[in-house]
Nanobody
Framework: VQLQAFGGGLVQTGGSLRLSCAAS????????MSWYRQAPGKQRELVAT?????????EGSTKGRFTASRDIKNPVKVGYLQMDSLEPEDTAVYYC?????????WGQGTLVTVSS
């Protein structure tokens, strides 16, 4: 399984971005897609998760601002992270991850920079 995350970029405080994650290869119909981020000098942290059935969860500082979703046409392989009300503290490399029976997989990351 290969994952590609894209959609990062530079945005001003209060702005929005939508990240996309596309999986290829042998992806199970039942899987959990997660979004993580890693800010400079910090550990990687979980941002949000969403099952292939569409059950989403996120906690912490992104709750209420970030929303994970799945593609309507291809929910097994494609997911999104809608990020609203962005803050400078959200600046990080964002990674998508899939866990399924048989293994878990990481994408290469996409950089989000929020300017103050």
């Amino acid at each position: 399984v290969q994952l590609q995350a894209f959609g990062g970029g530079l945005v001003q405080t209060g702005g929005s971005l939508r990240l996309s994650c596309a999986a290829s290869g042998t992806v199970n119909g039942l899987n959990v897609m997660s979004w993580y981020r890693q800010a400079p000098g910090k550990q990687r942290e979980l941002v949000a998760t969403i099952t292939s059935g569409g059950t989403a969860n996120n906690e912490g500082s992104t709750k209420g601002r970030f929303t994970a979703s799945r593609d309507i046409k291809n929910p097994v392989k494609v997911g999104y992270l809608q990020m609203d009300s962005l803050e400078p503290e959200d600046t990080a490399v964002y990674y998508c991850h899939i866990r399924q029976v048989g293994g878990d997989y990481w994408g290469q990351g996409t950089l989000v920079t929020v300017s103050s």
